[in-house]
């Protein structure tokens, strides 16, 4: 769902009807029946009327409510009236405080912005939220996140990593593009962008050598440099982890759970569309996505398969056969909670185990299409140790003609900047990890693994 954030940080009052409209969104999205963009997106179907502006400011109060659900909650229960009202009243402040512009105080603007809205014996109420003292906070309150999670990623990064790192996942992730080098180079991009009068900020990812990092979140869909297909919306962290696989010209590559086709397309352009790339998926309607944005992508080495299961007969009958496997499993995508904040409240302990089966069988499955020497790339944006090091572990259990390669040594030669990038929370890692509040990505995890010749 493309939303404009700048018609947030434009300083547009927030109106009466903002709030009814942000209680009943929200009541929906307590129910956490679906995912939060489809719960907001439904509702602006329902609402033909709502203007731009207006639907930029409410699904925005939306989010920051997800992201900041435990604290919000608590503190709806100190004040009166209706508590639809009071939790979308706070989301609101939130989200004007988010994105306040100058260096005034951000809490006296968000106020003067909700002036339309607020009655007298609210404002004294917002003003005590926004003196709250984060760091006077229960950990939990604090973090925003269920007790469980907090626990796992206790036991998945180092401590003193855990606070920055969930305290990073509050924020809104930034809009990243890829440019497809198939049709233009960075540099032409960025001059593009920069040159629109002013309606896009531009500038390169830190890392990844084709990415661009756009300040706020404007409508693509109706710019012509994305009609023609010169970049694809994909996080700069996505974009690293398609290199952890190195594909050649001339090679057989699977990209085993394609869905909608974003590093398949980043594989594709890698290979200088050559080559034979698979692109894999139990969904016919992912991979239906994925065929308009193919279509303009310019490559023509690409070939979509439905599937069935891992084990379906047009997997097994290309086994032994192709180079390199990427392997994007199904996952909790905990690693992605800037920008699916419900994830945190939708997925569970007894969800996550499930998927860690899956995701061993998904592994085994995708090692037989290896060739000796092939390499696969099993990798998840989650940031659970449990769907990570430990299905690698269990795979190399029972798999004892694959290795485990280390990232650095892999990628210095192909790509000398992913040599240098910190690709873990601890030294001395054979992983390759990146993470929301060292790297500026969503967090993903990666093992590249070898068949033995």
Not at 353 to 371: G, V
Request: some cysteine; proline content about 5%.
């Amino acid at each position: 769902m493309a939303i404009d954030s700048k018609a947030v940080a434009s300083r547009a009052k927030a109106l009466p009807q903002h709030v009814e409209h942000l209680s009943v969104v929200i009541a929906e999205l307590m129910r956490f029946a679906h995912p939060a963009d489809m719960v907001v997106s439904r509702y602006f179907r329902s609402q033909p009327r709502l203007g731009n502006r207006d639907r930029a400011l409410i699904a925005e109060a939306s989010f920051a409510f997800i992201r900041r659900k435990t604290e919000i909650s608590q503190f709806a229960e100190s004040g009166a009236g209706p508590l639809g009202r009071r939790l979308a009243l706070l989301a609101l402040f939130v989200t004007l405080i988010e994105s306040g512009l100058g260096t005034g105080n951000r809490a006296e603007s968000a106020l003067a912005d909700l002036a339309f809205v607020v009655q007298p014996n609210e404002v004294e109420w917002l003003k005590r939220f926004g003196m709250i003292e984060r760091d006077t906070l229960a950990v939990l309150t604090r973090v925003n996140l269920p007790e469980w999670i907090w626990s796992a990623l206790g036991s998945s990064v180092p401590k003193n990593e855990c606070l920055p790192l969930a305290e990073a996942m509050l924020k809104a992730a930034p809009l990243d593009l890829r440019v497809n080098t198939i049709k233009a180079q960075r540099e032409e991009l960025l001059a593009l962008l920069n040159d629109l009068g002013g309606r896009y900020t531009a500038e390169p990812t830190p890392y990844a050598p084709n990415g661009v990092r756009l300040k706020g979140k404007p409508a693509l869909q109706t710019q012509e440099f994305f009609k023609k297909g010169l970049v694809e919306v994909q996080d700069e962290g996505s974009q690293l982890l398609s290199m952890l696989l190195e594909p050649k010209r001339g090679e057989m590559v699977v990209d085993f759970c394609a869905g909608a086709g974003g590093k398949t397309l980043s594989l594709g352009a890698m290979m200088r569309s050559s080559g034979r790339l698979y692109a894999f998926d139990v969904s016919e309607k992912r991979l239906a996505n994925l065929k308009p944005r193919l279509a303009k992508s310019g490559l023509s080495n690409v070939h979509p398969v439905w599937i069935d299961n891992e084990n379906d007969a047009k997997v097994k009958r290309l086994a032994g056969k192709i180079d390199r496997v990427l392997v994007d499993a199904p996952c909790s995508g905990l690693g992605t909670l800037r920008r699916n904040p419900d994830l945190k409240w939708r997925q569970s302990p007894q969800s996550v185990a499930e998927l860690t089966q899956k995701q061993l069988s998904i592994l085994t499955s995708a090692a037989r299409l290896l060739k000796p020497g092939g390499r696969i790339v099993y990798a998840t944006c989650s940031l659970i140790q449990q769907e990570n090091q430990g299905v690698v572990e269990a795979f190399l259990a029972k798999n004892e003609n694959f290795e485990l390669k280390d990232p650095k040594d892999v990628l210095k030669g192909s790509f000398p900047m992913m040599g240098d990038l910190p690709i873990g929370a601890s030294e001395g890692s054979s992983y390759w990890q990146l993470f929301p509040h060292i790297h500026g990505t969503d967090g993903f995890f990666g093992a590249i693994l070898e068949r033995k010749a």
